[in-house]
């Protein structure tokens, strides 16, 4: 790695906690509301706020960590379990 960029892996690993925070974020943000009885169709709007940052998440962490997603220790998974995760991963 050259002197003075950042390591890929802390970079992913930054970005997923930022995610992280946001989401979190997000979701208090709904509990606040739901507890002002605010109006529902502005829940809902927040709620899918929340699931694309989480669909967001599962992807750039399954990108982060595809080698250990896709091992079973240290050995590469048959193609089935590959795809039953992609499956699962692409799920909404």
Known sequence: MVRGMINPSIMAKKSIESLLNNIIGQLKGVRGM????????????????ARSALNSLIIKYFEANLEECVSDSGKIINKAKFNKLVEEIMKK
Not at 34 to 47: F, N, P, R, S
């Open 34 to 49: 739901v507890e002002a009885k605010q109006g529902c169709a502005d829940i809902i709007i927040q709620l899918k706020a």
